[in-house]
């Protein structure tokens, strides 16, 4: 089974700065059939089911602000918040659909400094 | 527009069963992977079954937590899908999430409010 590992646990960045989000998993996420990173980077605030922010590893979803990009290959994954805005605290989570069982990174909280 | 809503969760005995459903509208149900997802009170999300289309001939998957406990199904014709829970233990409490797969597979792109499980004596 792929392990997926976040770092930080939690992150305080201030407003306008830019916020990193690590994820590793423990085996490689990229199809030799299709070179697709099978990576996706979900935001949930309290209260709220997870919200798509980014799949195949870079991909942004419809309507997601393009302060928020994703990148990375294999096995290391960045989520990266360019200037954060108060609306951006949330915890954020990875997660690899490469096979099952899926699974999903530990979370990382982003709080305003 | 699509929606994902799930229904049936509760306060259960340890032990106990449940049947957990999710109403989808707005897409061609047919079309998508599903899964569920569940989130223990404070803690982080977790993947417990799949259910994969007709194309894929309708399997499934499901987690070691719950294998052979869970059994997840669907009802195309209905646009349902169905989270059936057996043998409940305290650390299945969570909140149980219905999510849509990206065509044809994919991360999940919509997700349902959630259904609250409690299992407790």
């Known amino acids: 089974d792929i392990v997926m590992t976040q770092s930080p646990d939690s992150l305080a960045v201030s407003l306008g700065e830019r916020a990193t989000i690590n994820c590793k998993s423990s085996q490689s996420v990229l199809s030799s059939s299709n070179n697709k990173n099978y990576l996706a980077w979900y935001q949930q605030k309290p209260g709220q089911p997870p919200k798509l922010l980014i799949y195949?590893?870079?991909t942004r979803e419809s309507g997601v602000p393009d302060r928020f990009s994703g990148s990375g290959s294999g096995t290391d994954f960045t989520l990266t918040i360019t200037s954060l805005q108060a609306e951006d605290v949330a915890v954020y989570y990875c997660q690899h659909y490469y096979t099952t069982p899926l699974a999903f990174g530990g979370g990382t909280k982003v709080e305003i400094k | 527009e699509v929606q994902l809503v799930e229904s049936g969760g509760g306060l259960v005995q340890p032990g106990g069963s449940l049947r957990l459903s999710c109403a989808a509208s707005g897409f061609t149900f047919s079309d998508h992977y599903m899964d569920w997802v569940r989130q223990a009170p404070g803690k982080g999300l977790e993947w417990v079954c799949r259910s994969r289309t007709k194309a894929s001939s309708y399997t499934t998957d499901c987690a070691a937590s719950v294998k052979g406990r869970f059994t997840i199904s669907r009802d195309d014709s209905r646009d349902s899908l169905y989270l059936e829970m057996n043998s409940l233990k305290t650390e299945d409490t969570a909140v149980y999430y219905c999510?849509?797969?990206?065509?044809?597979?994919?991360?999940?792109?919509?997700w349902g409010q959630g259904t609250l499980v409690t299992v407790s004596s």
């Open positions: 999510a849509r797969g990206i065509w044809p597979v994919g991360a999940n792109d919509y």
């Open positions: 195949w590893a870079s």
